[in-house]
């Protein structure tokens, strides 16, 4: 079998719901469909969402270096820091004191750097919290299939990290959209629904929740772990995740 007829397969086509990982994902099955949903549940996508919801925007960037101020001084936007020194950083908890006009360049080596890689035309936060409303924004103006990428993490060798938070927030919306699924798509979904009934504690036992909750950071857990408590769907517009009102 040649390659390309090994992608042509493990691109899903068929199918209205497609899952996959991280950037192969993103290259190879979201290439070919034209609204993707990135799942970062620990913790960028939250971070967006709760974020958005207050009126602020965020700029993916996917590097914390030097390189990253000089884009925040570019876009005229504050950048986020370590969690550690306190104020807005990937921390979902430091968000919620995100104002309205807020621009925040917010460095993430998986949910950004996805964002950043997505030329979509629709490109989509997704996380727990606001699952139902990215579905039912999705099912109101998406025309053709919803590629939805698992960001994952990453081992030491940058290789990447399969994230049990990710495959449950994938599968949470698979759930609620409607459609033809792939099998892949079904997967996802039902390890959403084996862990509907007790989100907090798997987030909190899976590998990047016991590691946030280790190094104090417990509250985000469970920030991410709320399912469908939000509204907000935020769709990344000239480089930055807003929430626009056309899809309120």
């Known amino acids: 079998m040649n390659t390309t007829t090994q992608a042509m397969f493990a691109a899903q086509q068929g199918f209205d719901v497609r899952v996959d ?3 192969p994902g993103l290259r190879n099955v979201a ?3 034209p609204a ?5 549940v620990l913790s ?5 969402d709760i974020a958005c919801a207050r009126g602020a925007e965020v700029l993916p960037y996917p590097h914390k270096d030097e390189s990253a101020a000089a884009y925040a001084a570019q876009r005229r936007a504050l950048l986020a820091g370590p969690r550690e020194h306190g104020g ?11 104002t309205p006009g807020l621009k925040l360049v917010l460095p993430s080596p998986n949910g950004s750097s996805l964002a950043r890689a997505c030329h979509a035309p629709t490109v989509i936060a997704g996380c727990l919290r606001n699952a139902s409303a990215v579905a039912a924004a999705l099912s109101r103006s998406s025309d053709g299939p919803v590629a ?5 993490e990453q081992w030491p060798d940058g290789s990447l990290r399969v994230a049990l938070e990710d495959l449950i927030g994938a599968g949470a919306i698979v759930h609620a959209l409607p459609g ?8 996802a979904e039902a390890v959403f629904l084996a862990a509907r009934d007790h989100l907090l504690d798997k987030l909190t036992a899976c590998a990047s929740g016991r590691e946030l ?7 985000d857990v469970r920030l991410a772990s709320q399912l469908n408590s939000s509204s907000c769907v935020p769709r990344l517009v000239d480089g930055a995740f807003q929430w626009e009102a056309a899809l309120r």
């Open 21 to 23: 990982w991280g950037m």
């Open 31 to 33: 290439a070919l469909c």
């Open 36 to 40: 993707v949903v990135l799942v970062d």
């Open 44 to 48: 960028f996508s939250t971070c967006v």
């Open 88 to 98: 807005y950083s990937l921390s979902p908890g430091s968000l919620q004191a995100a």
């Open 148 to 152: 939805i990428i698992a960001a994952g």
């Open 180 to 187: 033809s699924k792939s099998p892949e798509a079904l997967a």
């Open 213 to 219: 909750v280790e190094r104090g950071y417990a509250d």
